[in-house]
């Protein structure tokens, strides 16, 4: 285009992407990462070996310097709830939208992400968690 200088491939900052997966232990805050960059999480897929009805959560982000359990502000809800009320089922995380536009999935760096729950979590048992990430440039 006009006024723009061809990059070559070297000079082209990469753009990372990854997966990250944990098996953690039910808890009604589940810390999963600390962002060691600013990234946007794409996608988050639970699963479940024993169903939970009445149990549902959110993935969720807190800042550096405030707990992600008893904060002040409490975590962020980066998707709407996720209900545990099926065991051994793909539960996709459904983003916060506003105007169409995910506008919770950026995480700054040093920020935690986790999942938030609600109900009692000791029901919960053999849970998988499953997150899609790209590194934000600007």
Do not use: H, W
């Amino acid at each position: 285009m006009a006024g723009q200088r061809a990059v070559q491939a070297a000079q082209a900052a990469p753009i990372e992407s990854g997966y990250l997966a944990f098996t953690p232990t039910p808890n009604q805050y589940m810390p999963l990462f600390v962002a060691d960059r600013k990234i946007a999480i794409e996608s988050v897929i639970v699963r479940y070996r024993t169903a939970a009805a009445g149990i549902t959560g959110t993935l969720s982000k807190q800042v550096s310097g405030t707990a992600f359990s008893s904060g002040s502000p409490a975590p962020t809800a980066m998707t709407d709830a996720i209900d545990f009320a099926t065991a051994d089922t793909n539960q996709t995380g459904v983003f916060v939208k506003t105007s169409g536009v995910p506008s919770a999935n950026i995480v700054e760096a040093g920020s935690c992400v986790g999942i938030v729950l609600s109900g009692a979590a000791g029901l919960l048992a053999g849970v998988s968690i499953s997150i899609r990430y790209t590194t934000v440039l600007i």
